[in-house]
T-cell receptor, first 115, second 113 residues
Framework: AQSVAQPEDQVNVAEGNPLTVKCTYSVSGNPYLFWYVQYPNRGLQFLLKYITGDNLVKGSYGFEAEFNKSQTSFHLKKPSALVSDSALYFCAVRDPNSGYSTLTFGKGTMLLVSP | DSGVTQTPKHLITATGQRVTLRCSPRSGDLSVYWYQQSLDQGLQFLIQYYNGEERAKGNILERFSAQQFPDLHSELNLSSLELGDSALYFC????????????FGPGTRLLVL
């Protein structure tokens, strides 16, 4: 079975500071990993994904994530936070050995960026 | 805008009733997924269809059913509604291959009174 954990319910950061939103996963094989963002009263927007290759993945809006196989982590990062980055962030995992494209999502982390 | 559309945006109904949620996937996408988002359960995968066929099932109640039509749009039917069914229901679509990205619609907010 596949699972993903986001250990922080909320992350607070000041504008201009670097931010990190944590994610760890559990799958039987090599994972497919995703980050999505949800703004209030909106659907989830795709940010980035890791399938294979370079462990550092760059995505939309200046976000990036680093895949660490030994620590089974896929933390989301941004060098300089913006107030407009304040939103709910979801990490998701898929086990490609499952044969189907279902994603398992974490519970989400609320990011609050203060001016 | 993801290209996935969902109707209606909001739905208010009473316990015991039945409702139908509709989803149109992005042009060219063959897979449709349904998710339920609630405060206590988070984002839960319900069911997936691929080109008209059921592909995977998640935490979908027996009172809920879905189908995907030949034009690839999908409907999620919720019956014998309970207060606890109040949630945001999202549809997502993808091309259908390995490792593909799912693109989400804006959701339908269901309130059961």
């Amino acid at each position: 079975a596949q699972s993903v954990a986001q250990p922080e319910d909320q992350v607070n950061v000041a504008e201009g500071n670097p931010l990190t939103v944590k994610c760890t996963y559990s799958v039987s094989g090599n994972p497919y990993l995703f980050w999505y963002v949800q703004y209030p009263n909106r659907g989830l927007q795709f940010l980035l994904k890791y399938i294979t290759g370079d462990n550092l993945v760059k995505g939309s809006y200046g976000f990036e994530a680093e895949f660490n196989k030994s620590q089974t982590s896929f933390h989301l990062k941004k060098p300089s936070a913006l107030v407009s980055d304040s939103a709910l962030y979801f990490c998701a995992v898929r086990d490609p050995n499952s044969g189907y494209s279902t994603l398992t999502f974490g519970k989400g982390t609320m990011l609050l960026v203060s001016p | 805008d993801s290209g996935v559309t969902q109707t209606p945006k909001h739905l208010i109904t009473a316990t015991g009733q039945r409702v139908t949620l509709r989803c149109s996937p992005r042009s060219g996408d063959l897979s449709v997924y349904w998710y339920q988002q609630s405060l206590d359960q988070g984002l839960q995968f319900l069911i997936q269809y691929y080109n008209g066929e059921e592909r995977a099932k998640g935490n979908i109640l027996e009172r809920f059913s879905a189908q995907q039509f030949p034009d690839l749009h999908s409907e999620l039917n919720l019956s014998s509604l309970e207060l606890g069914d109040s949630a945001l229901y999202f549809c997502a679509s993808s091309v259908g291959g390995q490792g593909e990205t799912q693109y989400f619609g804006p959701g339908t907010r269901l309130l059961v009174l």
